[in-house]
């Protein structure tokens, strides 16, 4: 039985690995794929739009993408496009905390075990650090735009990590971006279809507040590593 027990673990990451490829196969080679694309989703949502269905299939969808570890950035700008900023800020945090916690939901129930098996326990540092500052260090990382959110939501997973912190980083960490995104393409909408002073300054508003997204958390690294630079004399 521990014998079985101990192979258990190996079924589960195996498993773990197979589900996160054959997302990816059928988002290359099923028309699954095409709903994580921005034609692919607006024409999805231009199918109901008027319809009460629109915002929950919306939300519905980028969870699903984001849980199967699917890019899901087109999906938050399609969001922002299709039902504007206050709206389209919304659903893209509802589907994207949702689909985050199921990836971290899966990836700790099938990765756990193996990752653990397979390493022999040389991560107990790592266990160790996310299991007491693991909320601090992941909202750092989502706030870096440039950090695969699909990466942290399973690599979270694999963790010593407690679920609550890991949830509460997520839903305050992409915040600030989700906002800024959704914005950008609202603003981007109506620069198109409005020939209006107004509308071209929220596009420019939203150019600068992306640069600002991209630049700040560089910025905050850089000076804390500086500070931690023996001082001379």
């Known amino acids: ?121 040389r991560l107990g540092g790592l266990d160790r650090a996310t299991e007491q500052r693991g909320f601090w260090g992941l909202l750092v990382l989502r706030l870096i735009p440039l950090v695969p959110f699909n990466a942290l939501n399973f690599g979270a997973g694999l963790t010593a990590m407690r679920w609550r912190d890991y949830a509460a980083a997520t839903l305050l960490g992409i915040l600030p971006g989700t906002l800024v995104y959704t914005f950008f393409a609202d603003a981007l909408v109506r620069g198109s279809t409005e020939a209006s002073h107004d509308a071209y300054v929220r596009l420019w508003i939203a150019a600068g507040l992306l640069l600002l997204l991209s630049v700040l958390p560089l910025m905050a690294g850089a000076g804390r590593a500086r500070s931690a630079l023996p001082k001379d004399g």
């Open 1 to 121: 039985m521990a014998r079985l027990g101990g192979a258990g673990v190996y079924v589960r990451l195996a498993a773990l690995v197979a589900l996160l490829g054959l997302a990816w196969l059928a988002a290359r080679l099923t028309p699954v794929g095409t709903f994580v694309t921005r034609d692919g989703a607006l024409a999805l949502l231009a199918t109901v739009r008027g319809s009460a269905s629109a915002p929950v299939l919306f939300a519905v969808v980028y969870a699903l993408a984001t849980a199967l570890a699917l890019p899901g950035s087109v999906l938050t700008i399609v969001g922002g496009a299709a039902f504007g900023f206050g709206w389209g800020a919304v659903l893209t945090t509802i589907g994207a905390n949702l689909g985050a916690n199921a990836a971290f939901g899966i990836a700790r129930a099938l990765g756990r075990g193996g990752i653990q098996r397979l390493t022999r326990g």
